[in-house]
């Protein structure tokens, strides 16, 4: 079965890191996710990482992915109060040609001043 | 812009209506889906469509729901006979072929059912 979990909050001061995690079940699963999605839209695309993958860096984001324990985190460095946002991990299903996504339940970041 | 769009952003309608939400994906994505959140939820897996086939279809999905997407581009989804526990978000996500799993959202209808 897929089950997708994460921490539902996290608080941090503008200028320190973020650290965002979750646990997925699939472990056949290829691709992981992370979208933000900000109050009354839609998701937005921020990273992905293929599954043969430990690590992925893309300017402010790395993201860290343990196969073994199926622990993916998402870090911001120079977090801004431009990144509140609920932030969620996805799973793609390798499964059947629809490779649907499962998502967590979403981790609301709140950047304080 | 040639993003994910969905049309209306809003839609509040009374208990026992029939409400239709249109999406238009990314351009020559072929592949479309239909997702539904709800309030502090991530979202839900409701249907796929590859071209204008309709491949896969969640368990979500009443038979108070219908999705089409006739020609291969835009999609339709329609509820029938609306409830109360309809009242969500129905997201629409389109990605390209089989090399990327890569799926990119649209903005999303919010329906509200009275």
């Known amino acids: 079965g897929e089950d997708v979990e994460q921490s539902l909050f996290l608080s941090v001061r503008e200028g320190d890191s973020s650290v965002i995690n979750c646990t997925y079940t699939?472990?056949?699963?290829?691709?992981l996710y992370w979208y933000k999605q900000e109050p009354g839209a839609g998701l937005q695309l921020l990273t992905y990482?293929?599954?043969?993958?430990d690590m992925k860096q893309d300017q402010r984001l790395t993201v860290l992915l343990n196969k073994k324990d199926k622990h993916l985190s998402l870090r911001i460095a120079d977090t801004q109060t431009g990144d509140s946002a609920i932030y969620f991990c996805?799973?793609?299903?390798?499964?059947?040609?629809?490779?649907?996504?499962?998502f967590g339940s979403g981790t609301q970041l709140t950047v304080l001043p | 812009d040639t993003g994910v769009s969905q049309d209306p952003r809003h839609k509040i309608t009374k208990r026992g209506q029939n409400v239709t939400f249109r999406c238009d994906p990314i351009?020559?994505?072929?592949?479309l889906y239909w997702y539904r959140q709800t309030l502090g939820q991530g979202p839900e897996f409701l249907t796929y469509?590859?071209?204008?086939?309709?491949?896969?279809k969640s368990r979500l999905l009443s038979d108070r729901f219908s999705a089409e997407r006739p020609k291969g581009s835009f999609s339709t989804l329609e509820i029938q006979r609306t409830e109360q526990g309809d009242s969500a978000m129905y997201l629409c996500?389109?990605?390209?072929?089989?090399?990327?799993?890569?799926?990119?959202f649209g903005p999303g209808t919010r329906l509200t059912v009275l």
């Open positions: 990482i293929f599954s043969n993958m």
């Open positions: 469509f590859q071209n204008e086939a309709q491949l896969e």
């Open positions: 699939d472990s056949s699963s290829t691709y």
């Open positions: 351009s020559e994505h072929n592949r």
């Open positions: 996805a799973e793609s299903n390798p499964s059947g040609s629809a490779r649907q996504l499962t």
């Open positions: 996500a389109s990605r390209a072929g089989l090399s990327t799993d890569t799926q990119y």
